[in-house]
């Protein structure tokens, strides 16, 4: 019954984009009274992508075993929460709610722009949406069919995998990824339309920023989720370890960030536009690049789904998208560019173009670390892992160039600035920063590189607060809108990350602890007391859990064992969070017959830091995607268009 | 196609002629991209299964030969306490990259008094004698390491590419082969979990 009404929902939503995805071709070259039927087509997917999850979602809650997917991650005795959640906690299930994803932005985009349905740029915009539906439904039909049943249905399952049951965020951080990942396909089909028409006016990507900006949004939520999650869980006390999935989901958020920025060019001097849209297709290919490392297998990772069938498809696609978009820009590439040219290094254009310099660096840098291994296989038939060093080595120069950009940037006029007017302005950010410096130092902080991630960061801190100030000064509440001080309230949060990166990288230490039951051990200033350890047998989970004191507070940190699958030795971690350091404890192994324990004691700074800055980057992203002042669409229709443009395409200095 | 999309405003250029570009770099980048598809392509991918060996849960083959310190292991003589067999080479860079995690991992076992687990390298290549000599006295470690001149050990486990861990229980039994780098957390928490399981 499920497996009938999932399969049922996958074959409409795969036949409904197919033709839609025709249907909307007609309409844009001969036809355009096709454009109503083409929303029809687009329902169909919403429709039939609902069906299979809703499907899944009830094979998933009345324990269908029948279903393999079932099956293989659900359980009886996982709670409701998890059971829900269990669609994304495998191969099948989470390419089920990427193709619903994917059809609520489909929906949505035909929705928003139905109004202009009948330009070709939409209908083609419309054609590669559903062209990527086609492509995800067909692998739901093929090699990752969630739907399979088994022929002897087994009494119960073993639940996901252990670590992802075990915390709440489980439920939140892959669907807001994702709702992340899969919004930049509309960016992307706007950026394929406006080279198919060969019109890459600004008003196109204006409309696009926005969606580019929420599509970014979610992925950066969900990237410091997942690095919440990682810290919180996983029991190693690591937020960041430059794995290979974390590299997949670090990738397009790079080239997307670049591309946020560089847009405000294209608007306001009509500059950059290619590289714009060449920006647009490369973070849509690397979502699909790292979802092809992250389930082919071909690369080791703590994240990796590790299922075969399915890398060849991504690898294909990965391809075409590629082919496409390079195809197409070379087609049109030059006839595209921008008529004019950038006057001045030393203006907010040149220090956008700056920023994405850095930027394309820094994915360049992460790829290369991430697919170097492989080329290095290949070529020489030898075994190589590219670890921590690599990357940090190789970003850290990067981090504090972006740092400086981020300082300067916001104070630059667009097209010219005087060394004058730049040294008035940066006046006090710069005195911010020398009073972070010294005040760093006196609280302790040592090493070259952290001190001046800490003065760059105020300095920085001090460029974004004084644009804050300024639009707050003259607009009272309504100066937080908007792109430009919702941006530096972007800016505050990557700020506070990356002083919490830096302290916690620099300072972080940690030792073992080899405790009987009763004795103390200091570290770091901290007393650690064991008390000692029982057992306890929860509903699904056997813990082996452990009574530390740190500085007179209990802790538990724990030993688990799942029952369901019979995975043991999975640390359970106890962490109190705070804003200055976080003492992290884990009991390493059970005790042994003198009833000692290991007790592993990890003490990081400024590590909650990173979650602040991430609610802080929220924030921001809500607050400037709100408009600052009402202004006219960019793609309304106007019969003047000339005078009307002028002011904002001829941009006097701010 | 509509004429009365404003925005789109026409491009006109009047300066210098320009040279066309893009098919070139466009070009570049499909060179680039091609290359990087046929090694993904082709990529054998890594064993992410750790557990792939058809000697897991049967007898461990017989490990034996001279250490460097000139004494002679012999695995069955260790029945009765776990061990850890990390084969290895000092030319292999993964192979030292994981030096200080064994060094790590060893050092928390030598505090325990009782269940100590029992740390053995094997070197593939036997020329590598005197580099292994060195490499330990420079990076520490103080473990028995096994250097046999046949290497009769690497064809019975079947290791073609170090590193390789492997962990015998106190039965001599294959427990766990881990393919690639480890560390002393991986290890810990994966011997604790297999002795919670006997």
Known sequence: MNAALGLAGVTLAFGASVLGGINYVVAARRRPALVRAGRVYVWLVLAGSALSVGAMERALITRDFSLAYVAEVGSSRTPALFNVAALWSSLEGSILLWGLILAVYTALVAARFRRRADDALVSWAMVVMLAVCAFFFLLMLGPANPFRTLDVVPADGPGPNPLLQNHLLMAFHPPILYLGYVGFTVPFAFAIAALVTGRVGEGWLVETRRWTLFAWGFLTVGIILGAWWAYEVTGWGGYWGWDPVENASLLPWLTGTAFIHSVMVQERRGLLRVWNLSLLCATFSLTILGTFLTRSGVINSVHAFAEGQIGPWFLSFFGVVVAVSLGLIAWRGDRLRAPGTMDSAVSREGAFLANNVLFAVFAFVVLLGTVFPLVVEALRDERLSVGRPFFDTMTMPLGLAMLTLMAIAPVLPWRKASGELLSQRLWWPAWIGAATVVTAVVLGATGWAPVAAFGLGGFAAGAAGRQLVLATRRQGVRGLLGRTNGGMIVHLGVIVIAVAFAAAQAYETSTELELRPGQSGTFDGHTVLYEGSELVTLEQVTELRARVRVDGELREPALQTFRASGASGILKPSVKPTLTRNVYVTIQQRPGADGAAVIKVLVTPLVSWLWVGGGIMALGTVLAAFPGRRRRRPTDPTSSPVPDMAPSLEQVPS | ?198
């Open chain 2, 1 to 198: 196609m509509s004429a009365d999309l404003a925005p789109d405003e026409p491009v006109v250029y009047d300066g210098p002629p320009r040279r066309r570009v893009a098919p070139w770099i466009s070009l570049a980048v499909a060179l680039v991209v091609a290359g990087l598809v046929v090694v993904l392509a082709t990529g054998k991918g890594e064993e992410v299964d750790a557990a792939a060996t058809p000697l897991l849960g049967r007898p461990a083959p017989v490990v034996e030969g001279p250490t460097l310190d000139g004494r002679t292991f012999r695995l069955a003589d260790r029945r009765g306490s776990w061990v850890v067999l990390n084969f290895f080479s000092p030319s292999c860079v993964p192979c030292v990259e994981e030096h200080p995690e064994l060094v790590a991992f060893a050092t928390s076992q030598a505090r325990l008094t009782t269940g100590r687990v029992e740390l053995v390298s094997l070197l593939s290549n036997f020329q590598e004698l005197d580099d292994t000599r060195r490499f330990f006295a420079d990076n520490g470690g103080s473990w028995p390491v096994v250097a046999e001149p046949t290497g009769k050990a690497f064809v019975d486990f079947g290791v073609a590419r170090v590193p390789e861990t492997w962990i015998i229980d106190p039965a001599g039994i294959v427990r766990q082969r881990i393919i690639s780098t480890v560390t002393a957390d991986v290890l810990l928490t994966l011997l604790n979990a297999l002795r919670s399981r006997t």
